[in-house]
């Protein structure tokens, strides 16, 4: 499984956690030592259960995963998964270059893509030329 695989089963789960009785409710049943964890979450998402939460994920990611699509098959009405997964989805921008206007508002409205579109990269730098910014990612 690759890593935005990875990331976009982790985000179903916890988006569900917080938003479907049903699938808390499977969820449970499936692991029962997380009951309190999740149950915290669902209320408070910003909560230390959170990380235990993922902690927990990353142990057992394939019995997520398939709770996780078993879920969507008998409960398709309850998560419009083209919706999550565009959400949820990284773009990764390494070895891309963009150029934009030397202005603030172009950098913002940049900064502001990136994190809409949420670009995955290790570094970025920033160089200029003439009226523009050219930002190039690894």
């Not at 565009?86 to 070895?95: T, Y």
Request: net charge negative; with cysteine; aromatic share 12%.
């Amino acid at each position: 499984m690759n890593s935005n695989e990875t990331h976009i089963n982790l985000g179903i789960m916890l988006e569900l956690l917080r938003t479907s009785f049903n699938y808390q409710e499977d969820y449970i049943k499936t692991f029962p030592e997380n009951e309190e964890h999740a149950l915290s979450y669902s209320v408070d998402p910003e909560c230390s259960c959170k990380q235990k939460l993922i902690d927990h994920y990353k142990v057992n990611f394939v019995a997520v995963e398939k709770l996780n699509e078993t879920f969507a098959e008998k409960h398709p009405n309850e998560i419009n998964l083209k919706e999550l997964i565009s959400r949820l989805e990284i773009k990764n921008v390494a070895g891309q270059y963009f150029k934009i206007q030397k202005t603030p508002d172009a950098y913002q409205a940049f900064v502001t893509n990136m994190k809409e579109e949420r670009w995955a990269f290790r570094h970025m730098s920033v160089t200029t030329e003439e009226n523009e910014f050219i930002i190039f990612f690894a």
